[in-house]
């Protein structure tokens, strides 16, 4: 991924910490091995998808897992910037809950970065995208 994705990710946060406005970008494809892994483990076909993020979900995972939440952990705004590398090198997939108001299916791409972080995105299928839910992180026990 270029670099300027990850420039892109941090000016979305500061966005959506500014303001109101609803904005979303698309990070990249869904890579090959991803793929290949929820097709053989969920038997859920998204080989060209796209990765997405919007600002409304950033200030959801901001409020719910950021410094001011309970979590013990929180999620820091640089946080935001290993997006892309939970996606392209994680170490796991697992399936997620349905998503209340969509119904739609969400996934967990989880990736050990000294803690261990987890993006939970939805699976939009007439979109094809996999859309950022929210990403919350906890101590790593190794």
């Given amino acids: 991924m ?4 990850y420039l892109q990710i941090i000016d979305l946060v ?3 910490l500014t303001f109101n406005e609803d ?3 698309d ?3 869904v890579s090959q091995n991803a793929v290949a892994i929820i097709t053989d483990n969920f038997k859920i076909d998204v080989s060209s998808y796209t990765h997405v ?3 409304g979900e950033i200030r ?3 409020k719910r897992h950021g410094k001011k939440s309970n979590d013990r952990n929180p999620v820091e705004i640089s946080d935001f910037a290993l997006i892309p590398i939970i996606h392209s090198s994680f170490d796991r997939i697992v399936l997620g809950g349905i998503m209340p108001k969509t119904k739609n299916q969400c996934i967990i791409f989880e990736k050990k970065i000294g803690d261990i972080y987890y993006c939970v995105e939805e699976i939009r299928q007439g979109r094809k995208k996999l859309a950022f839910v929210t990403m919350y992180k906890r101590k790593s026990r190794i």
Wanted: aromatic share 6%; proline share 0%.
């Fill in 2 to 5: 270029a670099k300027d994705k």
């Fill in 14 to 16: 500061e966005i959506a």
């Fill in 23 to 25: 904005v979303f970008i």
């Fill in 27 to 29: 990070l990249e494809k």
């Fill in 53 to 55: 993020i919007s600002t």
């Fill in 60 to 62: 959801h995972t901001v």
